[in-house]
Structure formats: C-alpha cells, structure tokens
Nanobody, 124 residues
Framework: EVQLVESGGGLVQAGGSLRLSCKAS????????IGWFRQAPGKEREGVAC????????FYANSAKGRFTITRDNDQKTVHLRMASLKPEDTAVYYC?????????????????WGPGTQVTVSS
C-alpha cells in the first residue's frame, strides 16, 4: 500500500524557516516523481515544487523560487521541503504527492497518491 506522511509543519513568524518532510512507503521510492502542494482556506490546491526520480531534477512554482528548496533522500525514502523567508501568504496545509508519470510537474492532476497534509501557519 502506497503511503505518504508529511511532518514538520507548525507556527512560525514571518521571515522564519521550516523544513517539511514526506516519508514514503509501499512502493519503489526512487522510481517516482514527488511533488509538494499547498492549499489555503478558500483557495485551490497549488503546486509548490517537485523533484524527479533518479537525477533529482527539481522545479519550483514562481511563489517558491529563491525561498524553497526540495531535496530527496532515496535511501531514507524521504523528500524534504526547506522553506525560508516565510510570509503570511505561505500559510496553508502542505501536501506531498506521488506521480507515476515521467516528468516533474506541479499540476495536481498529474499526481495519483497524496499524504494527509501538515499545517503551516506564518504569523505577521
């Protein structure tokens, strides 16, 4: 059974940092693209970043460029999202997801399996 579990969310002041983790199980981790998404109340789910399977190529949404870094540890079956210079508008539930497709994409429809999410709240 495919499982993805996020952790590392919490409350942080604007300008602060957090590192989210996505622990995976139930599949051959290094074969698949992993993405991070977020959803704020009343808004659509937004792709934040993704990382490809074996070569670690990454892609970021404009809102994340220069502030967020996605990395993966295939031995630990974990993907991290390091978030710096956080802003109140980064407040959302953050989800990691698995894509069985070939490319790194931030389109939610391209992902088949999702974790339950972790709340990130940035205070001003």
């Amino acid at each position: 059974e495919v499982q993805l579990v996020e952790s590392g969310g919490g409350l942080v002041q604007a300008g602060g940092s957090l590192r989210l983790s996505c622990k995976a199980s139930g599949f051959t981790f290094d074969r698949y693209v992993i993405g991070w998404f977020r959803q704020a109340p009343g808004k659509e789910r937004e792709g934040v970043a993704c990382i490809s399977n074996n070569d670690g190529e990454s892609f970021y949404a404009n809102s994340a460029k220069g502030r967020f870094t996605i990395t993966r540890d295939n031995d630990q079956k974990t993907v991290h999202l390091r978030m710096a210079s956080l802003k109140p508008e980064d407040t959302a539930v953050y989800y990691c997801a698995l894509s069985v497709g070939l490319g790194c994409t931030t389109g939610a429809d391209d992902y088949e399996y999702w974790g339950p999410g972790t709340q990130v709240t940035v205070s001003s």
